[in-house]
């Protein structure tokens, strides 16, 4: 089992309204996770390939 170091900043949105929460949101670094709980860190990622297709105005 390899060890690494973990560092992990996330970020959290809150908003109220009235008493209420209106909107949560929550983000976090998806790369530092990856290099962490994947076995070959980012390597263990499949690449996928992604056609974008222009449409003409």
Do not use: F
Request: a positive charge.
């Amino acid at each position: 089992m390899q060890h690494r170091l973990y560092v992990q900043d996330d970020v959290t949105k809150l908003v109220m309204e009235n008493g209420k929460i209106k909107l949560r949101r929550e983000y976090l670094n998806l790369i530092a996770t990856a290099r962490m709980l994947l076995p070959q860190g980012l390597a263990s990622v499949p690449i996928r390939s992604v056609e974008l297709s222009m449409a003409a105005p």
